[in-house]
């Protein structure tokens, strides 16, 4: 089965998974949810999506996740795994066609670590358009997220390659992108100006067939965060 509207508490309990499928509970905004969507297109594996109302969480979800966080899977046998990276690493071990982390236990690892300094980035996308709502001061945050954008554009400078991962999309490129794809959302999407490598990263993307069968417009990401920033996220949008 595969659902668009979300589930909420109260909603019945999806059947067993079917035997060559594996299924990902989701939320149609969630960049996190989105980094696993990506891999499961990239690779071309058999899914099915069960979106979850994140804040009227059902609970047979929270039995087979108790921290209630999306993305989450789950196989015909009944195995959950969760957390955005352990998802996709997962994904790639389990289906190793198509190999997004590289085989390298040191490029691996340069991956891993490359995502745990973008962990540090992902919270300004938010921090910046809630403050601007709220009236408070963000130059200092706006200034702070201008470093971490020319850090990333140094990386593509200093690698001499098209991503971040090499000449061809990796891991990490995915793992990364969903923000990017919400820049126009976030009202940051001005601070790629004198990125010029890390632009041409994004356009990259864009010609991307996993980005293509994942993403939604600028238009439905500002309608769905202007529900999120005022308290009561529309998580059926467009539905």
């Known amino acids: 089965m595969s659902t668009e509207k979300c589930f909420a508490n109260g909603s019945a309990t999806p059947g067993p998974v079917p035997k060559g499928h594996i299924r990902l509970y989701s939320m149609r905004f969630c960049p996190f949810a989105q980094r696993t969507r990506l891999v499961l297109n990239a690779k071309g594996i058999t899914y099915d999506t069960v979106n979850i109302h994140l804040k009227d969480k ?41 190999k997004l982390l590289p085989s390298s236990p040191f ?16 919270p300004y996308f938010y921090k910046i358009p809630m403050g601007r709502r709220n009236g408070e001061d963000v130059s200092g945050l706006e200034a702070e997220l201008k470093e971490k954008l020319a850090k990333l ?47 041409k990263w994004t356009e990259l993307m864009l010609q991307d067939s996993a980005v293509k069968a994942t993403m939604f417009s600028p238009d439905a990401h500002k309608a769905f965060f202007k529900t999120f920033l005022d308290g009561n996220p529309d998580f059926d949008y467009g539905l």
């Not at 490029?107 to 992902?122: D, G, I, N, P």
């Not at 990386?155 to 990490?172: E, P, R």
């Open 153 to 199: 554009n140094e990386d593509l400078v200093n690698k001499k390659t098209k991503f971040f991962g090499g000449d061809s999309i990796t891991m990490i490129d995915y793992m990364m992108w969903p923000w990017f794809e919400r820049v126009e959302a976030y009202q940051v999407k001005q601070f790629l100006d004198g990125n010029p490598e890390l632009k």
């Open 107 to 122: 490029a691996k690892a340069q991956q891993k670590m490359m995502l745990e300094h973008f962990s540090k980035v992902t």
């Open 58 to 98: 059902p609970d047979w979800f929270l039995e087979k996740n108790p921290l209630g966080l999306v993305p989450t899977l789950e196989t015909p046998a009944g195995e959950v795994i969760y957390e955005s990276p352990i998802t996709c690493e997962y994904l790639d071990e389990v289906y190793p066609e198509k």
